[in-house]
């Protein structure tokens, strides 16, 4: 029998964690089991750490739960052998691992995140490796329904598990308001990403003033948009006004009994997914974890440090913007990820090392084949010649199956064709070097540091069509110059800070340029 | 985890969703942006009063953040 929907986990080590209480869990996974039938999906529990269940699909069992190759090899050969529409991998990260891949900004800025810990790999074709870069053409439907990490007792793993095997598919009108929320010096772009995704920005709360005492109608928009500062191992979101000011804009302990079932959340913030053990601050669960154990279907978000201009639009505006189109679209959350993951990517020619970093680290927390906004269906459908022909089995929609296949060409053909840029040697240019130094001292940039990329394509990038573009892509290369702007400036116009030029090469040519304005 | 260090201020993750000005523990094993557990990780008053001190402080290290526990001031 064709298998839908894999549940992946590591039954070891969820029994490690809950011991004789895993009968729980147990149950709640059957009962989720039970309900997808009633849908028509099958559905199929595979322990990674079985050998049983490894060797049907070919594999070898993982023996530890921090085994991130082995992981991402059971996910690959459950992928091939049984083709589902659907991956939820099951548990934190300390039951199944995220891959930990190599960040590409660590070159440019070395407090930045040790590594990038990502869901994407295993959305992908590719085998394991670091290397972000080659993981930018996600093909599979995939979404973790976590539990809480280091946790012992399993009550929230059965209540996530309960809320995702009972989710109800809405109408639009069901999801046809919003709560959005930005940081104060951001909110130029989060009203632009507001109007984008709504039509208007009239529910959009700023902060400061406004939060984190959020009122139950404030917080009862289903949808949720979020974008505010966040800290690693911090159950709170942060705003902020020019003068080194960060209050709590959004709080995880602020959220029982205020949240709507079948929210839908996207956050831009840094670490807004981030799966730390609520033992870390003082027992207080992260926000993302908070607003699935109060019923939300879905949590958008980035396990590290995010990029994003404060007026314009870029990284996670867009890739979070994408997410949310796709769900009021009525797709289902993993597909409403792997459409924003691929759509993001497609904007790029090659992806900088933000547009790169910002590619692999959203993952989505919640059930993938909960589909939460009903998609209007065409008018034929529902007529009586279509309804008698799929009652009496001459029609078998096969809408799903199309829609999966569409979306690994699309993948497919992001893997074979987007550069990105890697951390080089090359030698800059004097006339680069030049202009950048002048453009930095126009910009008022001080302690200007020099960086250099070259933007490498797959080999299979060289496709006869391409050889017609004008633009050269065997000699491209990315150099920087990053900064802080001088205070006074920064002082007059907060939202104006320049922090990096960045111009574009081909062979000896400077063909782009583009200023990124910092938070 | 136990670190020792001298407590600076930097500004850091320019041009990221979290850029701004941080106490950071210089030690020998690297820098460290610091926090005390259950303070806001941005801007947090008893943090900030470390800066120019030596410390050595007790916690977890998380995405290069120091998040501690309990400290004692080595040198003011």
Known sequence: MAVDKVIVTNVAALRAKYGDKFAR???AIDAMIAADAGRNLVTRLIAIDSQTDMARVGARAVTSAIDQAGAKAAVDAIYRHDRPDYIMLLGSRDVVPHIHLANPMLDLDKEEDPDVPSDVPYACEAPFSRRPEDFLGPTRVVGRLPDLNGADEPSY???????????????????????????????RSTRKSVIKLFGDDSSLFSSPPNGPRWTAAQLAPRIHFINCHGGSVS???????????????????????????????????????????????????AICNAYLGEGAYGFFGSTGIAYGPSTGQGQADLICQFFVASVLDGASLGRATLEARQLFVSKYSHTDPSDLKTAVQFLLLGDPSVQPVKAEPHAFSGSKVVKRAVKSGLLKPEAREFRRERLVRTGSNLIRTVGSAVPSKIRMPAATRRFLLRAAKESRIQRPTFKSFQVKFPRTAKLPELKNVRTDRTDRS???????????????????????IIVTMERQQIVHVRRVHSR | MVLEGDVVRKRIHLGSKSEHDAAMLVTADGEFKLRVQGGNPFVDPEVEALVGKRIRGEGLVSARQFIMERYEVLRG
């Open chain 1, 25 to 27: 869990v147990k149950a």
């Open chain 1, 235 to 285: 159950p709170d979101f942060f705003g902020e006004i020019p003068k080194r000011s960060f209050p709590i804009a959004h709080s995880a302990r602020l959220l029982p009994a205020r949240v709507t079932k079948g929210s839908v959340v996207a956050a831009e913030c840094c670490f807004g997914a981030e799966l730390y053990a609520p033992s870390s601050t003082h027992g207080q669960m």
């Open chain 1, 478 to 500: 990315i150099h920087m110059v990053i900064g802080t702007l001088r205070r006074k400036v920064a002082r007059e116009s907060p939202e104006r800070i320049v922090t990096a």
């Open chain 1, 157 to 187: 793993l059965v209540k996530v598990l309960a809320t995702a095997a009972k989710f109800v598919c809405r109408d639009p009108k069901d999801y046809s308001t919003h709560f959005a929320l930005t940081n104060q010096l951001w909110r």
